[in-house]
């Protein structure tokens, strides 16, 4: 653990304090309901500009919007007793004997359960594009679905919890953005028919091995994550049932009032859902107003940092540890499943976005461009025939693989969280803007009569820089908040028009810059970025990571046994600009690359440091 992010611990519980104590009297309300809360901009408010963020979300949004809808809707319908046309798309997605579960492929284990998230996907997709090819699959797919909602569809189903979570905001997503006419009543109608196979409340894993299963897949269902949907649900419209159960399944005797009181209850429990839910306790604190929900997301959200890797990634085979066990330096020889990437960035953007909105805390940003840059934004496109990628690999002989089981949990999180990069990147309250990323984009919003607009173009983080430029119909005055990363050095400026303003503006705060805008103004901002070294754990001090800014370096080809640390914090770009980076040792020079620069080759993240 790196002193950052031991102080960033210790400090963590008296910025919490002191953010809401001063936002409610700093800020005016942006909403009736959460004074100070950050808004969200709208998915249509933010492009993204040509880069590998735009790239990733057209070849996703493409693969999606090719999705066969009969094969999407044959689990449903074939439960229903309906005619199923269409291929079976096999893998998890499709019914299976639960025998097959032993033959390649992980057949049957998870009928239908990604439907939502497609749609969800697509949703969004069509907010953010307004591609009408992408607005008219959704509502097929909604009005397709809705007589094959049926009772049977959940008998035998080993996770109803977490199939009817993703339809759940599938269909809450198609009504909010696709403007789906029935969406909400399908939702009613789902509900209705999974109420009866889900538990009483949020209960835990152990609890759900605790009671009668037919074997122990039938216990890992999540029904700890469903209340942030539920409260979703109620805050669109859809009725008070769905806050009543909100509150009945936040999981809090086992899960947010130990989190909330300050104790780390997350060794040996399933990584990415048990962050997921960590967004129902933001929801409850957003919407119930539950101060205590608020805490429990918090101190989570910490204790997951302090065991992640270089990278942000967390939960090796799918697991928090112990802290002080040295299982995460063990893990780099133990296993390829380091961290579930598109599930865990999924719920990583998703927290640190609640988060940030909530208390202004400019490291949360931090935290979800690490993700961003070293996880998210290097997994491989998924294939036609439903192959994704599922696990970053860590293991000394790491590589990127496409994984065995077609149609897995990632390849619905991979539809969402990739449509959620332009309302990652910025966030607004009725005075200014928020910049969180800096990658290339345009936002655009109204500040009374005058129509804005802020243009962001970088090569950030390969360059160190990044430009602003502002649109407006007038002279305005509003005030721009830059996140400056917590790694960011004393050397770090921020010009207006060729003209410096800030002179090593605080790190891990947002920088305000509170001014008259003329249409044509330009920010340029250059950090300061140093090459750091982050050790695995305690347990392992010369296992290190090399990290640049918010960019970890995988090494590449002949891999020394050996390095120097000097050498390998001297490891520099080979061009300004270039994804490769060298550093000479001993043995001759090594290359290193970023996430997003690897293909096939190998690669190593944790080197054996000494010196
Ligand atoms: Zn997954």
Known sequence: MTQSRRSFLKTAAAVA?????????????TNAANPGILNQFDYRDVELLEGPLRQQ???????????????????????????????????????????????????????????????????????????????????????????????????????????????????????????????????????????????????????????????????????????????????????????????????????FDPLAAGQNVLPGKHAYSHVNAMSSAMKAYLMLGSEKHLRAAQNGFEYVRAQSFATGGWGPDEQFREPGSGEMGESLSKTHSSFETPCGSYAHFKLTRYLTRATRDSRYGDSMERVLYNCILGVKPIQHDGHGFYYSDYNRVGSKVYHPYKWHCC??????????????????????????????????????????????????????????????????AFPVSLRIPAWAGAKTTVAVNGKQVLNGPEPGKFARLDRTWKNGDRIEVEFEMATTLEAVDAQHPTLMAPVHGPLALFSVGAIPEKIGRRELLAASQIAAGSTDWQASTGAGNLTLRPFTAIQDEHYRLYLDVNG
């Open 411 to 476: 390849t619905g999180t991979f539809a969402q969280v990739t449509a959620d990069y332009g309302i990652s990147s910025y966030f607004h309250d009725d005075r200014g803007i928020y910049i969180n990323l800096y990658v290339p984009s345009r936002v655009k919003w109204k500040h009374g009569a005058e129509r804005i607009s802020l243009t962001q173009q970088t090569n950030y983080p390969h360059h160190p820089t990044t430009q602003i430029t502002v649109s407006t119909d007038r002279p305005s």
């Open 17 to 29: 304090a002191a953010s809401l104590a001063d936002r409610r009297s700093a800020f005016a309300a």
């Open 57 to 255: 979300f057209d070849t996703k949004h493409a693969s999606y919007l090719g999705l066969d809808e009969d094969s999407l809707l044959k689990p449903f319908r074939q439960r229903a007793g309906l005619t199923a046309p269409g291929d079976e798309m096999g893998g998890w997605y499709s019914w299976a004997p639960l025998g097959d579960l032993d033959k390649p492929g992980d057949n049957g284990f998870a009928p239908g359960h990604s439907f939502g998230q497609y749609l969800s996907g697509l949703a969004r997709d069509y907010a953010t594009t307004g591609d009408k090819a992408t607005q008219e699959k959704v509502q097929r797919l909604v009005a397709n679905l809705a007589p094959a909602v049926s009772a049977k569809f959940w008998e035998g189903n080993r996770f109803p919890a977490y199939t009817y979570d993703k339809l759940s905001i599938g269909l809450l997503d198609a009504h909010q953005f696709a403007g789906d006419p029935q969406a909400l009543k399908v939702l009613d109608a789902v509900l209705d028919s999974v109420l009866p196979h889900l538990p009483p409340r949020g209960i835990s894993r152990a609890e759900q091995y605790a009671r009668p299963h037919s074997d122990d897949s039938f216990c890992w269902d999540e029904p700890y994550t469903l209340p942030e949907n539920f409260l979703i649900a109620f805050e669109r419209g859809a009725g008070s049932r769905y806050r009543d159960l909100a509150k009945r399944f936040l999981a809090d005797d086992w899960y």
